[in-house]
């Protein structure tokens, strides 16, 4: 029988994304695995039902989605719905355990085995399935494109017969991967570009792009896994003086610090937005942590004297289309670690249970969990009732 895999509507408000593009449909069924989407899915992303092909099951049911072997989702499906999964079938999303106590316990209840997208480990032979990569370039692409949009001002340099006009200075905190996407589209808009991390072995991939590096004096914070620790007071005392002037002197300000699984590191104070220019903007992607600036509001437009605060928490959904194609392709590399070839059907089964596997260049496939893969090994959240990822029960200790 072939492997059952279904894809649900989102159901988070202002959640825009899918898990699941027509394009990457095709490749899945070429599998030979059943694929069911629930209709209107793709609506967000505007993707029409028909867009999926022939191959792919619609369905208005929720137990035709949840009784699949496999659920693949952008965010991990509500409590209730989890709860109409069948023991020992597999959930792919980003779940954010931490911040989700009660889908959880639903997923231990329920036995079900889930794999959380954002602890997909940060080596090269997972670098096609890092869904928080792909979702950060296409938040700090927007980001900065709401800079360029929300700022009063002409990013680049314009040489007019009424004179000339200086390019404005764009500022991004943060040179990860939504940073170093910031830091390129602001570039190419013609910006004046200045950049700063706590990692200082990120200095050269700034100025590759075309950005000015600033470092504040004996502060360094390189973490395991490529991220940022957090920092000491001393070293925060020298951090936000440096920045308190670089912003003063800054028309936008795009910052992108956080730390998995904490709240996002507050790097701005209320008195270095008072500093800075008159009409500029700040673009806090660390909203969806609290921010980090201590003047954001989650998904809100804050005026503070004349400095504007955007505080957008899911930016990638304002760029569905694409952001869905590059998680849907994430999650298709990742799904192949579990999906493994039959070596043939078995003497005992049926001619029609064997009908597919008989049919010419037709592969049959089964669900199989290889613990010993690091990749998989790192990316489990539950499994057989139990929370087994030791990072997440570490985090859930701290917040205790």
Partial sequence: MSVSIAVPKESASGETRVAMVPKIASKLTKLNVALTIEKDAGAGSRIPNEAYGDNVTLTENADDIFGADVVLAVNAPDADRIKKMKKGSVLISFIQAHNNPDILEALKTNHVTSFAMELVPRITRAQSMDALSSQASAAGYKAALMAASALERFLPMLTTAAGTIRPAKVLVIGAGVAGLQAIATSKRLGAKVFAYDVRTDTKEQV?????????????????????????????????????????????????????????????????????????????????????????????EIVTHGSVTIHGP????????????????????????????????????????????????????????????????????LTRDGELVNESVKKLLEANA
């Fill in 313 to 380: 928490s899911n930016v990638p959904a304002q760029l569905a289309e694409h952001a869905s194609e590059m998680y849907a392709q994430n999650v298709l590399n990742f799904l192949q670690l579990i999906l493994v070839e039959e070596e043939g059907p078995d003497e005992g089964q049926s001619q029609n249970e064997n009908k597919a596997a008989d049919k010419p260049g037709q592969k049959q496939y089964k669900l199989d969990i290889d613990w010993e893969d690091e990749i998989l090994a790192k990316a489990v």
């Fill in 207 to 299: 100025e590759s792009l075309g950005a000015n590096f600033l470092m504040a004096e004996g502060v360094k914070a390189e973490a395991e896994g490529g991220y940022a620790r957090e920092l000491t007071d001393e070293e925060k005392s020298k951090q936000q003086q440096m920045l308190a002037d670089n912003m003063a002197d800054a028309d936008a300000v795009i910052t992108t610090a956080a730390v998995p699984g904490k709240p996002a590191p507050k790097i701005i104070s209320k008195a270095m937005v008072e500093a800075m220019k008159p009409g500029s903007v700040l673009i806090d992607l660390g909203a969806s942590g609290g921010g980090n600036c201590e003047l954001t509001k989650p998904d």
